[in-house]
T-cell receptor
Framework: SAVISQKPSRDICQRGTSLTIQCQVD?????MFWYRQQPGQSLTLIAT?????????ESGFVIDKFPISRPNLTFSTLTVSNMSPEDSSIYLC??????????FGEGSWLTVV | KQEVTQIPAALSVPEGENLVLNCSFT??????LQWFRQDPGKGLTSLLLIQSSQREQTSGRLNASLDKSSGRSTLYIAASQPGDSATYLCAVMIKAAGNKLTFGGGTRVLVKP
């Protein structure tokens, strides 16, 4: 299994500001993903974080809005830029571990006011 | 495009009754299917992973079946307890799509004492 730590766990942000979420894994993993869960909704994949290269974004998500870094095999960041109330969501980091099992962090709960 | 549906969206049962949660997917070319549990204010906890070559997986009171040809999976929870109250999510992985997960909308379960 993999233990995933996300920071911050919660935050209240002002409209127009940006926030960076950190994801730290206790072991090296090949694949890391960022998901968004809007209130009352299921999870939607934002992007796959690639180590040493640009992230691969899903339809509807762009790098200017959600820049992602992955400097090594245990760490990634997601930035939510120029936030609006529509960005109020849970942002979850996940990793692909052995046996093709996906593990999730506890999530970062963002409220934009 | 893979679509995952979970029925019912919500379920309320008295303690001790068996739970049956359904998940259906449109594209049978999956690599595996995973069931998760999400408690309010928390991230996702992996419950069971079924590889495409398997027909079921069991862990304690939980049993998940997979019928790939018909695009269905069922999660059974025996002798439900109030602590089983949570949202249950199923997700399918398509290896050809970069090991990404496509999630269902979830089933919100309430077990009444």
């Amino acid at each position: 299994s993999a233990v995933i730590s996300q920071k911050p766990s919660r935050d209240i942000c002002q409209r127009g500001t940006s926030l960076t979420i950190q994801c730290q894994v206790d072991s090296q993993v090949t694949m890391m993903f960022w998901y968004r869960q809007q209130p009352g909704q299921s999870l939607t994949l934002i992007a796959t974080a690639n180590q040493g290269s640009e992230a691969t974004y899903e339809s509807g998500f762009v790098i200017d809005k959600f820049p992602i870094s992955r400097p090594n095999l245990t760490f990634s960041t997601l930035t939510v830029s120029n936030m609006s109330p529509e960005d109020s969501s849970i942002y979850l980091c996940s990793v692909l571990s052995s046996g093709n099992t996906i593990y999730f962090g506890e999530g970062s709960w963002l409220t934009v006011v | 495009k893979q679509e995952v549906t979970q029925i019912p969206a919500a379920l309320s049962v008295p303690e001790g009754e068996n739970l049956v949660l359904n998940c259906s997917f449109t594209d049978s070319a999956i690599y595996n299917l995973q069931w998760f549990r999400q408690d309010p204010g928390k991230g996702l906890t992996s419950l069971l992973l079924i590889q495409s070559s398997q027909r079921e997986q069991t862990s304690g009171r939980l049993n998940a079946s997979l019928d790939k040809s018909s695009g269905r999976s069922t999660l059974y929870i025996a002798a439900s307890q109030p602590g089983d109250s949570a949202t249950y999510l199923c997700a399918v992985m398509i290896k050809a799509a970069g090991n990404k997960l496509t999630f269902g909308g979830g089933t919100r379960v309430l077990v009444k004492p």
